[in-house]
């Protein structure tokens, strides 16, 4: 009979498998065992296995040669068992001692030469059944099946012979992050992924989920380098050392570099597209109206870009200003493919702008309104300007620094009504402390 144990949806095992193998071939419960054809002995009376690597001899004594057999009309008993390795040559990368290790079967095997014969049973194959939870849950394997094959003795009684079938995972001998471009550097890959903790050990085993993680940050190096319909792939090449050892490389196709020809702002009233593209660091086109030309558009940059128009504004007064996402609009493309320009499109919605009413302050114990008000340079009727209540703040926090509060946190909270915002600067003063010495200062200076 045969267990097959490769594909399993029992919940007696299922969980744990997963949980300690997540990105192994998932298990599915075994069936009920089935009935074999008849096993075949060959003419020497032994049975073949591991796809004939092995062969199973009859029990025989050492001295005598006479067969050694159980008590006629016995059932089934446990004879034989073997790990296998059919589909890598039988050759495993796991010293198959490991295997035996988590393996509770060899508890079950008959002892000929002592007449000692145990029993193929419901119990033993609930035995062989958590073998396979266990070997699972190494994570070393990519395929597990078990069978149990009848070696009939010359009694007529049979002996059954446990045979693991173990496929093992693939183990990485070496990484090749760049095959296919020469835009990154197998380096630089590297290097990203030590800082973002991501590591690839040689002679580790296949992992998909790794592999997947670094494949997305190879296309996003090639996104910052402008290729934004780049491809990253990962495969294996099997490799001559030996079975089951391949090298890992990630195959990149670059597609076209993109470049912005052009910027083009929609829903901007109040700042022309040159005077808002001026305030962007980095994705602002190239070249200037008389001197044409286009710059590679880095998406992961448009951020500190957006950030910047934002604070143009602000510090002009308009406190709703809004950029929207950005789209990529193609112009054409280079003769030979390799480049793509476009039109940057940025969506912008500019609000109302905003003069000051009332500019307040709030949760300030320890430093009064009246001496940081003029630190703000703004009053009631001026325009909003953002940049004034930043430098505001360094020099609030410079106040209250000299303190002690060295954790003050300032921020501002804002109120319009029609054309005008009363602005409050509310005060987390935080915990006040003291140089050593200070403090008893402090209290001889005001005592109780």
């Known amino acids: 009979m045969r267990i097959q144990t490769f594909l399993l949806a029992s919940a007696l095992w299922a969980g744990p498998a997963l949980a300690q193998a997540p990105i192994a071939?998932?298990?599915?419960?075994?069936?009920?065992?089935?009935?074999?054809?008849?096993?075949?002995?060959?003419?020497?009376?032994?049975?073949?296995?591991?796809?004939?690597?092995?062969?199973?001899?009859?029990p025989i004594h050492p001295e005598t040669k006479a067969p050694?057999?159980?008590?006629?009309?016995?059932?089934?008993?446990?004879?034989?068992?073997?790990?296998?390795?059919?589909?890598?040559?039988?050759?495993?990368?796991?010293?198959?001692?490991t295997y035996l290790y988590?393996?509770?079967?060899?508890d079950l095997l008959?002892?000929?030469?002592?007449?000692?014969?145990?029993?193929?049973?419901?119990?033993?194959?609930?035995?062989?059944?958590?073998?396979?939870?266990?070997?699972w849950a190494t994570n070393f394997l990519d395929d597990l099946k078990i069978e149990a094959l009848d070696f009939p003795f010359s009694n007529g009684v049979i002996g059954k012979v446990i045979v693991y079938q173990l496929e093992e995972r693939q183990r990485i001998k070496n990484t090749i992050y760049n095959e296919g471009t020469k835009v990154i550097e197998q380096a630089k890959v590297e290097e990203r992924l030590r800082d973002l903790g991501i590591t690839i050990r040689?002679?580790?085993?296949?992992?998909?989920?790794?592999?997947?993680?670094?494949?997305?940050?190879?296309?996003?190096?090639?996104?910052?380098k402008g290729y934004q319909d780049a491809k990253v792939e990962p495969y294996h090449e099997a490799l001559p050392g030996g079975?089951?050892?391949?090298?890992?490389?990630?195959?990149?196709?670059?597609?076209?570099?993109?470049?912005?020809?052009?910027?083009?702002?929609?829903?901007?009233?109040?700042?022309?597209?040159?005077?808002?593209r001026g305030r962007m660091k980095t994705n602002k086109g190239g070249g200037f109206w008389i001197f044409p030309g286009s710059s590679v558009y880095q998406e992961d940059k448009f951020e500190e870009d957006a950030e910047m128009i934002v604070a143009y504004y602000r510090d002009r007064g308009y406190l709703q200003i809004n950029v929207g996402e950005p789209n990529l609009k193609p112009i054409r493309d280079s003769k030979d493919g390799?480049?793509?320009?476009?039109?940057?499109?940025?969506?912008?919605?500019?609000?109302?702008?905003?003069?000051?009413?009332?500019?307040?302050?709030?949760?300030?114990?320890?430093?009064?309104?009246?001496?940081?008000?003029?630190?703000?340079?703004?009053?009631?009727g001026d325009y909003y300007n953002e940049k004034q209540i930043r430098e505001g703040f360094q020099k609030i926090q410079e106040i209250y620094?000299?303190?002690?509060?060295?954790?003050?946190?300032?921020?501002?909270?804002?109120?319009?009504?029609g054309d005008k915002v009363n602005v409050t600067i509310r005060i987390n003063e935080g915990k006040q402390y003291y140089l050593p010495g200070q403090h008893d200062d402090a209290r001889q200076r005001h005592p109780a």
């Open 25 to 58: 071939p998932a298990p599915i419960a075994p069936a009920a065992p089935v009935t074999e054809k008849p096993s075949v002995l060959n003419a020497e009376g032994r049975l073949p296995i591991c796809n004939g690597f092995q062969e199973v001899p009859p």
């Open 68 to 97: 050694l057999l159980p008590p006629a009309g016995s059932g089934p008993v446990v004879y034989f068992m073997a790990v296998c390795f059919p589909t890598q040559g039988n050759v495993p990368l796991v010293e198959a001692q």
């Open 102 to 106: 988590y393996m509770q079967s060899p």
């Open 110 to 135: 008959s002892m000929p030469s002592q007449n000692v014969w145990k029993p193929y049973n419901q119990a033993a194959e609930q035995t062989i059944i958590g073998d396979h939870k266990r070997l």
């Open 202 to 224: 040689l002679d580790s085993f296949v992992d998909q989920a790794t592999e997947k993680r670094v494949a997305n940050v190879i296309r996003e190096m090639m996104v910052e």
């Open 243 to 276: 079975p089951k050892t391949v090298a890992l490389k990630f195959k990149v196709t670059e597609g076209p570099k993109i470049k912005i020809s052009n910027v083009d702002f929609i829903g901007n009233t109040v700042f022309s597209d040159g005077k808002i």
């Open 338 to 380: 390799k480049e793509r320009f476009m039109t940057l499109e940025i969506p912008i919605s500019e609000g109302q702008r905003y003069k000051v009413d009332k500019f307040e302050f709030a949760g300030n114990d320890k430093v009064p309104a009246d001496i940081m008000r003029p630190l703000f340079k703004m009053k009631s």
């Open 401 to 417: 620094g000299s303190g002690g509060h060295f954790e003050m946190t300032p921020y501002p909270e804002f109120k319009p009504e």
